[in-house]
């Protein structure tokens, strides 16, 4: 079934949606701030051309962790430029975390130690950016 568009007797504005990893950014909010206090580390990340495990697998190598020990609230675009939450598990310390080297894909912004390990859907929200190219 085909539903008839609103504003089909409108012209259209043309343009480019998401051209450029960069053309598309969002940014996750969590519902709370990180203790300061506890055993894992939030680290907040950003992200480019890379899908949200493929970063915690680069995290989790560079950081000596299992994979399945990185707590991730939610999954992002691979083709966008996103900042996110991530949680290391102990012996991670914030130290370790901000002390990785930065690269185009994959930099480190912030690491804050927490009680608890970060879990699916612990998002407040998350704001976009939309960049449209050739109106």
Same mark, same amino acid.
């Given at each position: 079934?085909? $539903?008839?568009? $609103?504003?089909?007797? =409108?012209?259209?504005?043309?343009?480019? =949606?998401?051209?450029? +990893?960069? +053309?598309?950014?969002?940014?996750?909010? !969590?519902?709370?701030?990180?203790?300061?206090?506890? +055993?894992?580390?939030? #680290?907040?990340?950003?992200?480019?051309? !890379?899908?949200?495990?493929? /970063?915690? @697998?680069? =995290?989790?190598?560079?950081?000596?962790? %299992?994979?399945? +020990?990185?707590?991730? &609230?939610?999954?992002?675009d691979r083709h966008a430029v996103t900042r996110q939450w991530m949680s290391m598990p102990p012996p991670v310390t914030p130290e370790q975390a901000l002390a990785l080297p930065a690269d185009e894909a994959? @930099? #480190?912004? /912030? &690491?804050? %130690?927490?009680?608890?390990? $970060?879990?699916?859907?612990?998002?407040? &929200?998350?704001?976009?950016? $939309?960049? #449209?190219?050739? #109106?």
């Open positions: 079934m085909t $539903l008839p568009y $609103l504003t089909s007797e =409108l012209p259209g504005t043309g343009g480019m =949606l998401r051209g450029r +990893d960069d +053309d598309f950014r969002v940014d996750e909010e !969590l519902p709370y701030t990180p203790s300061g206090a506890g +055993d894992h580390v939030f #680290v907040h990340i950003e992200k480019r051309g !890379l899908t949200t495990l493929v /970063a915690a @697998q680069r =995290l989790a190598r560079a950081l000596g962790v %299992r994979e399945r +020990d990185i707590g991730i &609230a939610g999954m992002k994959l @930099q #480190v912004l /912030a &690491a804050e %130690r927490h009680n608890h390990k $970060l879990r699916t859907g612990h998002v407040r &929200a998350n704001r976009f950016v $939309l960049r #449209v190219r050739g #109106v």
